[in-house]
């Protein structure tokens, strides 16, 4: 499974973006997809996750209700739906696709899609 994360860019606080993990290859409708993000010193944090059939939506405490992930298998895309930014939301959003363990570990996540840097000005 190859990922491909975008939609990143530079938005005052209280604005809008959609991330986008496209991803290749058969079998990725069987994966859990996670989003996590690495602020600029800080370790990478799990953001939010979805099952293989857009079931089970998890977030962290710190996005919950601003947030939103959603899936389409039929165009092997993951979306993560970032409302009310605040510049604490800052960081590189990685996309992931999980193999095994915790969902809310970035080790149990095998593949890895290249981050899209989000932005968000005071």
């Known amino acids: 499974v190859q990922l491909q994360a975008s939609g990143g860019g530079l938005v005052q606080a209280g604005g809008s973006l959609r991330l986008s993990c496209a991803a290749s290859g058969r079998t990725f409708s069987t994966y859990t997809v996670g989003w996590f993000r690495q602020a600029p010193g800080k370790e990478r944090e799990f953001v939010a996750k979805?099952?293989?059939?857009?079931?089970?939506?998890s977030y962290a405490d710190s996005v919950k209700s601003r947030f939103t992930i959603s899936r389409d298998n039929a165009k092997m895309t993951v979306y993560l739906q970032m409302n009310s930014l605040k510049p604490e939301d800052t960081a590189v959003y990685y996309c992931?696709?999980?193999?095994?363990?915790?969902?809310?570990?970035?080790?149990?996540?095998?593949?890895w899609g290249r981050g899209t840097l989000v932005t968000v000005s005071s």
């Open positions: 979805i099952w293989w059939n857009g079931g089970s939506a």
């Open positions: 992931a696709a999980r193999t095994s363990g915790s969902y809310f570990d970035s080790l149990s996540y095998h593949y």
